[in-house]
C-alpha cells in the first residue's frame, strides 16, 4: 500500500477519534481490497485518495453518533446496511463499533466480495452477508 494513503487513513481516524486507531490497520487492508477489485466488481466510484477520504474516513465521520445509538441498544442488537455494495458502511462501522451487521447485496459477487473482506479484515463474526434481490 502507498504510503501516502496509509497516512492518509491513519491521521483521519485519529481526527476522528483516538480509540479508533485500533481499526487502522483493518482500514487499510479494507482499502486495498476495494482497489484490488474495483475494476472488476464496480463498487466505487473512486480511488486513491479520494477513496481513503470522501469513502473509507466518511464513514467514521459521525463516529460519535454512532455510538450514542448503539448504545441505546441491548448488545446483542444487530444493525443493517442495506444495498451495501462495497460495504461502506456497514463493514466499516462493524468494526469501529465491534457490533453486529448485516450487509443486504443484491449482487453476487459483491456479496461474495463482502464475505471475503470479512473474513480478511479479521471480523467475519460481526458481519451477516445477506444476498437478497430487494
Do not use: W
Amino acid at each position: 500500500m502507498d504510503e501516502h494513503i496509509k497516512n492518509i487513513i491513519a491521521d483521519g481516524v485519529k481526527m476522528i477519534s483516538p480509540e479508533l486507531e485500533r481499526i487502522t490497520d483493518m482500514l487499510c487492508l479494507f482499502y486495498e481490497q476495494i482497489e484490488l477489485f474495483n475494476a472488476t466488481y464496480k463498487l466505487v466510484g473512486a480511488g486513491g485518495e479520494e477513496l481513503a477520504i470522501r469513502h473509507i474516513l466518511d464513514c467514521l465521520a459521525p463516529y460519535s453518533v454512532f455510538v450514542q445509538y448503539a448504545a441505546a441498544f441491548d448488545e446483542s442488537a444487530s444493525f443493517a446496511d442495506l444495498g451495501s455494495g462495497a460495504g461502506l458502511p456497514g463493514l466499516v462501522l462493524a468494526a469501529a463499533l465491534n457490533r453486529r451487521f448485516t450487509l443486504v447485496e443484491r449482487m453476487a459477487r459483491r456479496a461474495g466480495f463482502l464475505r471475503s473482506c470479512a473474513a480478511q479484515c479479521k471480523i467475519p463474526s460481526l458481519v451477516n452477508v445477506c444476498e437478497k434481490n430487494l
